[in-house]
């Protein structure tokens, strides 16, 4: 049997914040048991899909006005993910975000491994692509 987990982007400054709150009454000592919980917080202003996941693509010209994306998002952790999505952020020249949109990575993600995916994009002078939300798949044992 497996249950998920749930991550978003916009979740996790939810828990974030429920977890700052709760933590100002906290005696020092206290602060240890979540010490965990604020490791796995994005420290460098990267997304917690970034600490778990690499996406490697490519891109070709279709036509005068649409790009086709192409690669692979790599699973760094021990679980499968499910639901992945990633945000494709288009680029001006100058490095810009010009429009974003959020597409479907097809099936699991395996824990360690890697998932094809190909998208169609408006064209533009690049892009930024990175996974904005996905469910770990926890196993859990049966007795």
Known sequence: MSRAISLSVSGLAVVAVVVMAGAGGAAAQSRGEWRGAWEATPQTGNSLGDQFFRVQYSTEPRGSQQSEISGYVYNDYGEAAANVQLEITELDEDGHPIASETRPVAGLVPAEGRAYFDIKMPRSASYRITVRGFDF??????S
């Open 137 to 142: 798949l926890e196993e859990s044992s049966t």
